[in-house]
Structure formats: structure tokens, C-alpha cells
């Protein structure tokens, strides 16, 4: 048994008690032999570990609602940033009188999805704290290259970047969040994009290449020729808040790496041994029924 009592001079202790009752040859009852061991200083172990335990919760919370809030800057950025710059256009071709109707729709139209996909964003993450599941549907993987494409384009050509695809012409389709999926390869662009600020304007390229392997697996590589990173730390890179940059989050490959694997699928990264890095996402191949788009 242990319980706790209370001393002469008022202090509580713990204790442990053991007995074992002694019976005379005739079953009478003689008493107890066993020992009393002063076990106050375990017990209050234990009470610290246990409130060890609801500290490292509470702290455990709060860094998720960091993460949150990081990953939900990091991702609502993007689309921001690309409604400014769209609506900025328009206001200086308006002001010099050059614009048609045509471009202005165009304009309006980018801004109308890239809104959209802000939105998304957000429900995304909403559901993740809900921990409601995000839908999933069969997605073609060209068609979502090709909505990468348009979101990237403006960036692309302001970074003087020339983005090369090489899309498996027999499509692969996969079961995934369309959203999250274009989340991820964004993520990895933007990234290539930003590696190669640093090298000569006409060097910078970015290769998007779709396959399978023999595993039932769609790959999905993105491989620029910037610098690379720094041999040994590639798991780093995936670490939440891992960052090189001054404004880095260093969030994007770490939200890529839990969208891919809550998908069945991994996401790695390596340096190619001609300069650049690559990464991989590889994703469970779903075969036949139609794809949302077909
Ligand atoms: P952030 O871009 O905010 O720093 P990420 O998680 O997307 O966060 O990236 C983490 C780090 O991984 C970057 O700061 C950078 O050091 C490295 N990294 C990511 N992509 C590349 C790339 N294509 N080439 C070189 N380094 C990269």
C-alpha cells in the first residue's frame, strides 16, 4: 500500500507499506510482519516528471501554433505577393493609357485565382487544425505542372529563369489534394528560383521532369543549376525553421515533406553531381478511372 500520513511535527510523507499476515499452526490470526519505507523523495520525482510532462505539452502546443502561423504566412505570401504585382501592372498601364481590354481581363483574371488559391490555402490549414481531412481526387500530374506553370510565369520572367518540362506523355495520375500538390511544387520552384539570384542570368534554368519508377510510383523531379546546398545537411533542410535566408521561413520544405508523406508518398532532395540541386517528390500511382479534368 502507499499512502501518504501526517508526522507529529506536521510534515506529510509518503510510504510504502508491505505486510504479510501471520498465522499461528491452529490459523489464528498473530499479525503482520513487512516493512514501512519512506518513499517521499520517488513520489515527488514522479509528481515533477508528471509536471515535466504537461510542460513540455504546453510547449509542445505552442510551437505547433508557431508552426501554423509560420506556414500559414509562408503559403498566403505567394499568392499575395502575385495579386500586388498583377494590380500594380495594371495600375501603371492604366495610368500610361496603354492597356486593352483584353490584358486587363487577363490581369483580373490571374488576381481572381490567385485569390482563390489564398483561400484555399487558409481552408487547408483550418482543416488541418480541425484535423479534418483535405478532399482528395484523382488529379492528372501534367495538369498540375501546367497550373504551376501559369503561377510562375510573371516570377520567371522577372528572374530572368527559362523553365524547361519534361512531362511523361502518358499521363499519371495520382490521388492527392490538388491544392496541397501544387502547394509543394511551388514551394520547390520558388526555391530553385531564389538558389539561382546568385549565379549568371544566362545559366539559370529549371528542369520539371514526370515519371514513374518500377515501385507504382509517380515522380515528379525539379532541378535547378543554382549552387546547390552545403554537402551533409539534407535532412536540415526539412526541418521546420531550418533557413539559410535572411527572409527565409524555413518552413516551405518542411509543410512539402508532411503534404507528401500524409499523401503515401516521400519527398527528397540532392545535390546533382553537375551542379544544382533536385528534388524528388514521389507519389503512389493511382491506374485508370478519370481524372477530374478528362
Ligand atoms: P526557406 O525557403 O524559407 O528558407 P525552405 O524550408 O523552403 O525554407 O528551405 C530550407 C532551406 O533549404 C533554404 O533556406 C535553403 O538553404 C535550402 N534549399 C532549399 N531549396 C534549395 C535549392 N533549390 N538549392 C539550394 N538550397 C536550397
Not at 145 to 157: G, K, P, Q, S, Y
Request: hydrophobic residues 40%.
Amino acid at each position: 500500500m502507499e499512502y501518504r500520513l501526517r508526522r507529529n511535527d506536521g510534515e506529510y510523507r509518503w510510504v510504502l507499506d508491505t505486510g504479510t499476515p501471520r498465522f499461528a499452526d491452529d490459523g489464528a490470526f498473530l499479525g503482520y510482519i513487512g516493512s514501512c519505507i519512506d518513499i517521499t523523495a520517488r513520489k515527488q520525482a514522479e509528481l515533477d516528471h508528471q509536471l515535466q510532462n504537461m510542460e513540455l505539452a504546453r510547449v509542445g502546443r505552442v510551437t505547433l501554433m508557431g508552426e501554423l502561423a509560420a506556414s500559414l504566412a509562408h503559403e498566403v505570401n505567394n499568392p499575395i505577393g502575385a495579386i500586388v504585382t498583377n494590380a500594380n501592372v495594371g495600375q501603371r498601364l492604366i495610368a500610361a493609357g496603354k492597356i486593352e481590354t483584353e490584358e486587363l481581363k487577363d490581369l483580373l483574371a490571374d488576381i481572381v485565382t490567385d485569390g482563390h488559391r489564398a483561400r484555399d490555402v487558409i481552408q487547408g490549414i483550418r482543416n488541418m487544425v480541425r484535423k479534418s481531412e483535405p478532399s482528395r481526387s484523382l488529379i492528372r500530374i501534367d495538369e498540375t505542372i501546367r497550373d504551376l506553370l501559369r503561377i510562375v510565369r510573371a516570377d520567371a520572367m522577372k528572374r530572368e529563369v527559362i523553365i524547361e518540362t519534361k512531362i511523361d506523355v502518358d499521363a499519371c495520375q495520382v490521388m492527392a489534394n490538388p491544392v496541397q500538390l501544387l502547394q509543394v511544387l511551388l514551394n520547390l520552384t520558388i526555391n530553385a528560383f531564389e538558389a539561382m539570384s546568385a549565379i549568371r542570368r544566362d545559366a539559370r534554368r529549371l528542369v520539371i521532369r514526370t515519371g514513374r519508377n518500377g515501385d507504382g510510383q509517380v515522380l515528379v523531379m525539379v532541378r535547378d543549376f543554382g549552387p546547390g546546398f552545403p554537402g551533409g545537411i539534407v535532412e536540415q533542410l526539412f526541418e521546420p525553421f531550418f533557413s539559410t535566408k535572411v527572409e527565409g521561413t524555413g518552413m516551405g520544405l518542411a509543410i512539402s515533406r508532411s503534404i507528401i508523406e500524409a499523401h503515401g508518398g516521400t519527398l527528397s532532395g540532392e545535390n546533382c553531381d553537375d551542379g544544382g540541386a533536385c528534388f524528388t517528390v514521389r507519389l503512389p500511382e493511382t491506374k485508370g478511372g478519370k481524372s477530374k479534368a478528362a
